[in-house]
């Protein structure tokens, strides 16, 4: 049975990877890209693959993404919907397994592969890596969250064997520059949350635990100096983010 996809793509000054994810989609019904406010030239290069363009401004830089996510929904014409990210790519294994899906399910996880400086990382938890990515669009309910979004499915939720590939940090320099913004968004969110006071134990706690997961319990080590600079910044991430949470709450604390 041959599925109707419309693949969608959101995008904010994405020029540097927009095409290569394009050229992977262009075996889908149509492709849509939600501009996000771009200020380079991911727009005029994606217009001229072919892709549909609407523009859409949102809060996406502070979390929001999930507005943006439905949003694009609505502008698809076809039955199935793929969502893609700009750094993201459709290997040719993956292509032929959706073509050739039975559709049993209303939304179907895929695997993926992260590509980590220029290192396809295996362990420490970035592989199988499952994101929600193909769904039936009259199943689809919206979507949950902030900073990860979630898909609301009406429906079973299938898993897809091959992978999808995704080229993450590519330098040391961007590793950090997201963590500080994200940081600053995991940070407010556990604030209105109403985490406890942070403390000592609390810091201590949260740092072991990534530690625990990334190196003891997914064997980080073992995709060599790249999994230990990944084990080491995955620790560092999470202290800054529980470090700005303990930022707000000494100031609004201050601010009694």
Request: with cysteine; proline share 4%; net charge neutral.
């Amino acid at each position: 049975m041959e599925i109707k996809i419309s693949s969608i793509i959101i995008a904010k000054n994405e020029e540097k990877m927009i095409k290569d994810c394009i050229n992977s989609l262009h075996w889908t019904d149509e492709i849509i890209v939600i501009d996000n406010n771009s200020t380079d030239k991911t727009v005029s290069i994606a217009k001229n693959l072919g892709a549909k363009i609407f523009k859409f401004k949102s809060d996406a830089d502070k979390g929001h993404f999930a507005e943006i996510r439905e949003y694009a929904a609505t502008k698809a014409n076809s039955e199935w919907l793929l969502y893609i990210d700009a750094d993201e790519r459709v290997p040719e294994n993956l292509k032929k397994e959706i073509m050739q899906l039975n559709l049993k399910d209303e939304a179907y996880a895929i695997p993926r592969k992260n590509n980590l400086l220029g290192h396809d990382m295996s362990w420490g938890g970035w592989y199988p890596d499952y994101v929600l990515r193909l769904i039936k669009k009259d199943k689809l309910k919206g979507f949950a969250g902030v900073l990860h979004e979630q898909p609301i499915i009406d429906g079973e939720v299938g898993k897809l064997k091959n992978p999808l590939y995704h080229i993450t940090h590519q330098s040391i320099t961007e590793m950090i520059e997201k963590t500080n913004n994200w940081s600053e968004i995991e940070g407010r969110l556990m604030y209105d949350a109403g985490h406890p006071p942070m403390n000592i134990p609390r810091f201590a706690s949260a740092m072991f635990r990534e530690f625990w997961y990334r190196a003891i319990l997914k064997f980080g080590f073992l995709d060599g100096p790249i999994g230990i600079i990944e084990i080491i910044y995955q620790v560092f991430s999470r202290f800054i983010s529980y470090s700005k949470l303990y930022e707000l709450q000494i100031t609004k604390q201050d601010k009694k």
